[in-house]
């Protein structure tokens, strides 16, 4: 069983920032991109950021320079910091890990539950 698991959401203030993290555990043997996505209510989820196992990133246009992600490959963590966050920022956000439970299996996407980013003053 995998499991991945977000945390870090919470209120700011716009131009505030939160940094969250998320976390995967389980019966894992490797784990390729890991990327961050939001949602509101009765839009599509957007993808925010990704970042390869080696290191490689990519950004949504809205979130660069405001943004950065980042991961610990030994921890099977990856983080988002957010800075100058805006109302528009706000939302649920979630974690997606591709990740191959043994060797010779395929990579499958895991979720998190979500954790809700409000801005507002």
């Known amino acids: 069983q995998v499991q991945v698991v977000e945390s870090g959401g919470g209120l700011v203030q716009p131009g505030g920032s939160l940094r969250l993290s998320c976390a995967a555990s389980g019966s894992i043997f490797s784990i390729n991109d890991m990327a961050w996505y939001r949602q509101t209510p009765g839009k599509q989820r957007e993808l925010v950021a990704t970042i390869t196992a080696g290191g490689f990133t990519t950004y949504t246009d809205s979130v660069k320079g405001r943004f950065t992600i980042s991961r610990n490959n030994a921890r099977n963590t990856v983080w988002l910091q957010m800075n100058s966050l805006k109302p528009e920022d706000a939302a649920v956000y979630y974690c997606?890990?591709?990740?191959?439970?043994?060797?010779?299996?395929?990579?499958?996407?895991?979720w998190g539950q979500g954790t809700q980013v409000a801005v507002s003053s």
């Open positions: 997606k890990a591709e990740i191959r439970e043994t060797w010779g299996r395929p990579f499958n996407d895991y």
